[in-house]
């Protein structure tokens, strides 16, 4: 018997999880069983409530808000241990039309994917501002690089996972998962697709976009660390290398000043030179440091995907 659950994260819902629900589907084709799962994040509204009203089969709840990316991970965990085999992502916002859940679990039940993520009309969509659509743009260049993927439209977070590759993602993050999961399953060998979707027209405010300057910051934050978590050996030691070179850049200088014979005037060159080459090393050191630690998170994955399995 093939489980297909669909789950929601929800913080405060109450006034468009209804909607959301109403547009699911109870049947998909390929699959025996279709359940919806709820995950409460601390609700302080009739969230809960809307839900059971609406049919919903599971609900996870928190008793405080933990945020978007602990909901989405409880989500996973929770349809791993209903034998889900199938497990889709979406909003309770009703951002994307349920419609299309049949196109984005075909490659799975296809065999051609482990991971499908859902590519908006990023470019039409009206109610994204300019800066937010040049954003998520940039987003998904970052997660192509870093990812190895070719994921088009990386922030969306209607997407499928096969029971396999729920079980193998771990997520760090507190803001999103959307750009860190795709970055793991990539650097895991996972075979990640796209599939184009429709979107609905905006309901409420985004939750993660309370205003553009702190969107600006929380993205390029998270773009930074995910070069820090992923990319650790490149990241330090891109960092060190410059400042190396700019320590031995000024040594040199200080060194012709003093066969010109006029070295004692610059000895504040010699001074941030030694700075600099010290400081540079010792980064180009923590590149090591850093990459041996994400060896061993690798291994530590590895044990927690093969405890999943076994339970």
């Given at each position: 018997?093939?489980?297909?659950?669909?789950q929601?994260?929800c913080?405060?819902?109450?006034?468009t999880l209804?909607?959301?629900?109403?547009?699911?589907?109870?049947?998909?084709?390929?699959?025996?069983?279709?359940?919806?799962?709820?995950?409460n994040?601390g609700?302080?509204?009739?969230t809960?409530?809307?839900?059971?009203?609406?049919?919903?089969?599971?609900?996870?709840?928190f008793?405080?808000n933990?945020?978007?990316?602990?909901?989405?991970?409880?989500?996973?965990?929770?349809?791993i241990?209903?034998?889900a085999d199938v497990?889709?992502?979406?909003?309770?916002d009703?951002?994307?039309?349920?419609?299309d859940?049949?196109?984005?679990?075909?490659?799975?039940?296809?065999?051609?994917?482990?991971?499908?993520v859902?590519?908006?009309?990023?470019?039409?969509?009206?109610?994204?501002?300019?800066?937010?659509?040049?954003?998520?743009?940039?987003?998904s260049?970052?997660?192509?690089?870093?990812?190895?993927?070719?994921?088009?439209?990386?922030?969306?977070?209607?997407?499928?996972?096969?029971?396999?590759a729920?079980?193998?993602?771990?997520?760090?993050?507190?803001?999103?998962?959307?750009?860190?999961?795709?970055?793991?399953?990539?650097?895991?060998g996972?075979?990640?697709?796209?599939?184009?979707?429709?979107?609905?027209?905006?309901?409420r405010?985004?939750?993660?976009?309370?205003?553009?300057p702190?969107?600006?910051?929380?993205s390029?934050?998270?773009?930074?660390?995910?070069?820090?978590?992923?990319k650790?050996?490149?990241f330090?030691m891109?960092?060190g290398?410059?400042?190396?070179?700019?320590?031995?850049?000024?040594?040199v200088?200080?060194?012709?000043?003093?066969?010109?014979?006029?070295?004692g005037?610059?000895?504040?060159?010699?001074?941030?030179?030694?700075?600099l080459?010290?400081?540079?090393?010792?980064?180009?050191?923590t590149?090591?440091?850093?990459?041996?630690?994400?060896?061993?998170?690798?291994?530590?994955?590895d044990?927690?995907?093969s405890?999943?399995?076994?339970?």
């Amino acid at each position: 018997m093939k489980k297909l659950i669909i789950q929601m994260p929800c913080y405060n819902e109450a006034g468009t999880l209804a909607l959301a629900l109403k547009e699911l589907p109870r049947s998909v084709p390929g699959f025996d069983v279709v359940e919806w799962l709820v995950v409460n994040d601390g609700s302080t509204d009739d969230t809960v409530e809307i839900a059971r009203k609406c049919g919903v089969d599971h609900v996870v709840d928190f008793r405080r808000n933990r945020g978007l990316a602990r909901g989405f991970t409880a989500g996973l965990e929770a349809g791993i241990a209903l034998g889900a085999d199938v497990i889709v992502n979406t909003d309770a916002d009703n951002q994307y039309e349920a419609a299309d859940i049949p196109a984005l679990v075909a490659p799975i039940l296809e065999g051609r994917a482990d991971i499908v993520v859902g590519a908006r009309p990023i470019s039409g969509i009206r109610h994204f501002s300019p800066v937010k659509k040049a954003l998520q743009k940039l987003g998904s260049w970052v997660v192509r690089k870093v990812s190895r993927t070719d994921i088009p439209d990386a922030p969306s977070g209607f997407r499928a996972m096969s029971r396999d590759a729920a079980m193998r993602l771990n997520v760090y993050s507190d803001y999103t998962y959307t750009l860190e999961s795709i970055i793991q399953a990539g650097r895991m060998g996972m075979a990640i697709v796209s599939v184009p979707i429709h979107v609905n027209e905006d309901l409420r405010p985004s939750r993660l976009v309370r205003s553009i300057p702190s969107y600006i910051k929380r993205s390029i934050g998270t773009m930074i660390r995910i070069f820090v978590i992923y990319k650790p050996f490149a990241f330090f030691m891109g960092i060190g290398s410059f400042v190396f070179l700019a320590g031995l850049a000024l040594g040199v200088r200080y060194l012709v000043y003093l066969f010109g014979g006029s070295g004692g005037g610059h000895m504040q060159s010699l001074i941030l030179a030694s700075i600099l080459l010290v400081m540079g090393f010792q980064t180009m050191l923590t590149a090591f440091l850093a990459d041996l630690l994400a060896a061993n998170r690798k291994l530590l994955e590895d044990v927690k995907y093969s405890l999943r399995k076994k339970s």
